[in-house]
């Protein structure tokens, strides 16, 4: 079975999708662990599932690298085929991206490459947008940078407010999420293959 570590640091609702879906018979991955930066709301779904967690916090640690090598170090033990950020909001560090590249992949609120960072949402609203959506990349060095798999466009409507379109988007992303990690895992999508586009 396609085994997938997912790392989230809030409430996990893209986690909850994938551990909801993963419990289908014909569902061809599985959630082997739940990792994290702190402790958050999102660990009680992994708990409720059975699935095994860890907190790796950044504050624990001198240095990003130090903290990067430790997240790497707590991911391993599971030999993940696949690592999901799914609401992770920490940038790793290039020798973590290095580690477990290219089958990292991000969970991101904006049709990349516009509104990388940690603000798409508002940032989208700020700059007018009429049509957004949610991203699904494989991980690199950069912010939001690397190669796209897969996006869907979500409209923003007049008077949207930063967490009316976030909840519409949030409904594409878990979808995307499903699709995409189902389609990874059927070697529909070759990872190897995008990241050297």
């Given at each position: 079975?396609?085994?997938?570590?997912?790392?989230?640091?809030?409430?996990?609702?893209n986690?909850?999708?994938l551990l909801?879906?993963?419990?289908?018979?014909?569902?061809?991955?599985?959630v082997v662990?739940?990792?994290?930066?702190?402790?958050?709301?999102?660990?009680?779904?992994?708990?409720?599932?059975?699935i095994p967690t860890f907190v790796v916090d950044p504050a624990a640690f001198s240095s990003r690298e130090e903290w990067g090598s430790a997240l790497v170090g707590a991911i391993e033990p599971w030999?993940?085929?696949?690592?999901?950020?799914?609401?992770?909001?920490?940038i790793l560090p290039a020798s973590a991206v290095a580690?477990?590249?290219?089958r990292l992949i991000n969970m991101h609120p904006a049709l990349l490459?516009?509104?990388?960072?940690?603000?798409a949402v508002r940032d989208a609203l700020a700059d007018g947008a009429i049509v957004t959506g949610a991203t699904i990349?494989?991980?690199?060095?950069?912010?939001?940078?690397?190669?796209?798999?897969?996006?869907?466009?979500?409209?923003?409507?007049?008077g949207d407010s930063e967490s009316s379109l976030h909840e519409r988007i949030k409904v594409e992303e878990r979808q995307l999420i499903v699709e995409t990690v189902a389609d990874i895992a059927r070697e529909r999508i070759d990872l190897e293959e995008i990241s050297r586009q």
């Open positions: 079975m396609y085994s997938v570590v997912v790392l989230i640091s809030g409430s996990g609702s986690l909850r999708a909801e879906a993963a419990t289908a018979a014909d569902y061809p991955a599985r662990a739940v990792g994290a930066d702190r402790e958050c709301d999102g660990l009680i779904h992994a708990d409720e599932f059975g030999q993940p085929d696949l690592v999901l950020c799914a609401g992770f909001m920490r580690a477990l590249y290219p490459p516009l509104y990388p960072g940690a603000h990349h494989v991980v690199d060095e950069g912010v939001d940078t690397g190669p796209v798999i897969r996006a869907r466009e979500v409209a923003v409507h007049p």
